[in-house]
């Protein structure tokens, strides 16, 4: 929790300016004299105390009225707290099918990056970075994930236990398409699966699985794609439009993320004969041009999103991507701030008009004048 102090009506702070300008005045005033015909007599009797303190009255006034302004500015003390609230709980379905090894990047900033010693990041190591920095930044998010190729499996329950998701979406390893043999089904690099379809539908059916009966106020799948519906046994829009058909409180929101546009895509390029990865005489991977487009179908991931009340990304590139995503916290995951108002107005209005009953108090008691 953190206070601050504020003024509703700062404004009335204005009234300070005539206090201290008549303070000024008095403390230039010279006090009343009295001609004698000689201070023999006034300086054996002395200076007494009402004397030396005829000032104080006129001094608790001008405070009394400076605490009387501060009070019609109506001070105020301001408590925020920050609520975590009560979570939401979250299904990531990730598509791992072969395509996602694909490169949305011009040739000028691939070798930019290989410059560096690096090599650019395909759409899945993409997709893989901003999910762990998403999964990072909860803090009462219960979070799942489904991953999905030709089928679709459940890897992770949604869960509190962020390290151990970090370290299960660390261990995925994409299908390369690289095969022994044209009759292999087998990944050469020990893929997770096999990435020789997208089956859409199956992965929003296993993760809206393991939210139906969640008890969470908020629940939500957020989808991330490069194509569109091949294989699997289920179609796309089944699960949306089942949703659809729920009253509000029970539905499941769907985020879909069109990841890569297909318009500056590129492949790790493959000797034909070793089937190893091309690299150049300094190591580097060499990238070229997929031998056809990849399929998208934008439409079916804009009405599964419509149908349940989410929004659709079109993320053509790494960056986009990303900006994307940042979106989707920002609208999504809103911080709640509880604000407290204390009024304070009241002690500095009690406490101005004490000092005006002193300062009367002294003018008709101990510091009376004559003539009055």
């Not at 990730?94 to 290989?114: C, H, L, R, T, Y």
């Not at 909860?138 to 679709?152: L, P």
């Not at 986009?320 to 701030?337: I, M, P, Q, S, Y």
Request: net charge positive; charged share 25%; hydrophobic share 40%.
């Amino acid at each position: 929790m953190t206070s601050s102090f504020t003024l509703e009506h700062p404004w009335f702070l204005l009234g300070l300016v005539p206090v201290l300008a008549l303070a000024w005045v008095r403390l230039r005033a010279v006090p009343a004299a009295l001609r004698v015909s000689s201070l023999k007599t006034a300086r054996a009797a002395g200076t007494g105390p009402r004397a030396r303190v005829w000032w104080l009255p006129d001094a608790i006034r001008l405070i009394a009225a400076g605490l009387l302004v501060v009070a019609m500015a109506r001070p105020q003390q301001i408590d925020r707290e920050l609520l975590s609230g009560e979570g939401i709980d979250i299904m990531i379905a990730v598509d791992m099918s072969g395509s996602m090894n694909a490169i949305d990047a011009s040739e000028a900033d691939i070798q930019k990056i290989q410059s560096k010693g690096s090599e650019p990041l395909n759409r899945f190591g993409t997709a893989r970075k901003i999910l762990k920095q998403f999964i990072r930044e909860r803090k009462s998010d219960r979070i799942g994930i489904v991953i999905f190729g030709a089928e679709a499996y459940l890897r992770f329950p949604p869960t509190l236990d962020y390290v151990r998701l970090l370290n299960s979406l660390d261990s995925l390893v994409l299908d390369n398409g690289r095969r022994q043999s044209n009759t292999d089904k087998n990944c050469s690099n020990g893929c997770t699966i096999p990435g020789s379809g997208t089956a859409i539908g199956d992965a929003l059916n296993r993760a809206y699985m393991r939210l139906e009966h969640s008890k969470a106020k908020s629940k939500m799948i957020i989808l991330i794609t490069d194509g569109k519906q091949e294989g699997g046994s289920m179609a796309g829009v089944t699960v949306p439009k089942y949703i659809a058909s729920l009253p509000e409180k029970e539905r499941v929101r769907i985020y879909t993320f069109q990841v890569g546009s297909g318009r500056d895509s590129r492949l790790p390029a493959v000797d034909p004969l070793r089937g190893t990865l091309l690299r150049d005489r300094f190591g580097r991977a060499q990238y070229q041009r997929p031998q056809r487009p990849f399929p998208t179908d934008p439409e079916l991931l804009r009405q599964i999103a419509k149908l349940t009340g989410g929004k659709f990304y079109q993320s053509y590139d790494p960056k986009k991507f990303a900006k994307d995503f940042k979106d989707l916290e920002r609208t999504t995951f809103k911080v709640k701030v509880h604000t407290n108002r204390k009024e304070m107005f009241f002690p500095w209005l009690l406490a101005g008009l004490i000092l005006l009953g002193f300062e009367q108090l002294l003018r008709l008691t101990w510091l009376r004048t004559f003539p009055a």
